[in-house]
């Protein structure tokens, strides 16, 4: 992919923004546990979330999609697949779905591509193990391929050491599969989870950060939900319109989560306008963001981590066109994800000028003029777009950009149609 600087504002209102992927995943996955027909519009197809799709089709689900939406029905009892199970590049499908397939009565074998089998699994698996489940992998079980005995599990108590959605909704599968459990974690994250179990008929008690799991005594109810457009999807273009003078977006149909906004939370720190309208709620709220070009300045960024993580490589782009010194901490995560984003951030910036310098849990930046450059991705679609967005400053050539297509098809259709100049 080729982008060019731009020399006109960026002004555009984007419907066609990706569906959420992180409620796409879910969606799928939970339905395994109901009874009667799932309707799941707007759902993203993407290669992540295509391969739960495929996952869910070998564990016995009757899939059948027609104009765009997908009919889930489930297996009386989930089948022993005869193949591998593969993830791609998804650690949510390979989290997730160990969470309930190890409290399932079966041989399971879950795989993915050369970056998934080289993130950590255990913090899933570990736990896990403690109540019954036998997991193993590499490491010990903590590198894929991972062979799952599934059965039924004790009930059990799990203090998380981490903030993370896809550890707390593999073992509330497990749960709810199994004997229950209770839960809680140093900060709340991601809640998609709990909120649409429990609209399904899930007995789940939330208590600030705990949780209590009881375990299922009936399929759950089907799920009929429209799929509203991923936040951190949309984020790319939203730092855009914040660093090309004269620029406006609007985003519609927006999932408005608040642990799903943060980033735009932070922009807004940083001087960005920005503007939430929100239109409907069921299973969660959705409505419009409105961001409009401002100089940006430099902000320390050190809580709710897990509410931006998947945006930071992003932020980092809005960091480097602020004026001053920004600082973001407490992101080591950032290390697991499908490349040692830290890393690969800092290697991008650097390669086009600006001064970056590498934290083992973040970053500092302090913005600046930044030059063409040939970014390499690492396999990662996250650092793929958000150079892309710096391209928009300066120019850049973002090798092997095909990543992309993990989490967002038509990433770039959409920067065409707001006004960028590109070649794919």
């Not at 782009?317 to 920004?326: E, H, L, M, N, V």
Request: one cysteine or more.
């Amino acid at each position: 992919m080729k982008i060019f600087a731009q020399s006109k504002p960026l002004k555009a209102t984007i419907s066609n923004i990706a569906a959420d992927k992180s409620i796409s995943h879910r969606a799928v996955i939970f339905s395994l546990l109901s009874s009667g027909t799932n309707k799941i519009e707007n759902f993203l197809f993407a290669e992540d979330t295509e391969h739960s799709l495929e996952i869910a089709r070998k564990l016995g689900a009757d899939i059948e999609i027609k104009e765009g939406i997908v009919f889930i029905d489930a297996p009386k009892k989930i089948v022993e697949p005869d193949c591998i199970l593969e993830c791609g590049n998804s650690g949510t499908s390979m989290r997730l779905f160990m969470g309930l397939l190890a409290s399932v009565e079966g041989f399971f074998v879950l795989s993915g591509d050369e970056y998934l089998n080289e993130r950590p699994m255990k913090r899933v698996g570990e736990p896990l193990c403690k109540v019954g489940a036998k997991i193993y992998g590499r490491l010990d079980g903590d590198k894929a391929p991972l062979c799952i005995q599934g059965g039924k599990l004790d009930f059990f108590k799990f203090k998380s050491k981490i903030a993370s959605a896809q550890v707390k909704t593999a073992l509330i599968l497990a749960a709810l599969n199994s004997q229950g459990c209770e839960y809680s974690e140093p900060e709340l994250s991601r809640d998609h989870s709990e909120k649409m179990l429990k609209k399904m008929g899930a007995d789940i008690e939330i208590s600030g950060l705990n949780l209590k799991v009881k375990p299922l005594t009936k399929p759950l109810e089907p799920l009929e939900i429209f799929i509203p457009n991923d936040p951190s999807s949309a984020f790319y273009y939203a730092v855009a319109a914040t660093i090309i003078p004269g620029s406006k977006i609007i985003l519609k149909n927006m999932l408005l989560n608040k642990t799903r906004i943060e980033a735009y939370e932070v922009l807004r720190k940083m001087g960005a306008n920005i503007k939430f309208t929100p239109k409907s709620e069921i299973y969660e709220q959705i409505g419009d963001i409105e961001i409009s070009y401002a100089p940006l300045k430099a902000v320390e960024v050190s809580e709710n981590i897990s509410w931006l993580i998947d945006e930071a490589p992003a932020l980092a782009i809005a960091f480097a066109c602020a004026k001053g010194t920004s600082v973001l901490r407490n992101a080591k995560e950032l290390r697991v994800k499908e490349s040692d984003r830290i890393k690969v951030i800092c290697e991008g910036l650097k390669c086009c000028g600006i001064n970056v310098t590498e934290l083992e849990d973040g970053f500092k930046i302090t913005g600046g003029e930044a030059e063409p450059a040939i970014i390499t991705p690492y396999g990662d679609h996250r650092i793929a777009m958000s150079f892309a967005i710096l391209g928009l400053k300066c120019g850049m050539i973002i090798e092997n950009s095909e990543c992309i297509a993990t989490s967002f098809p038509n990433f770039g259709k959409i920067l065409k149609q707001i006004g960028a100049n590109i070649e794919d």
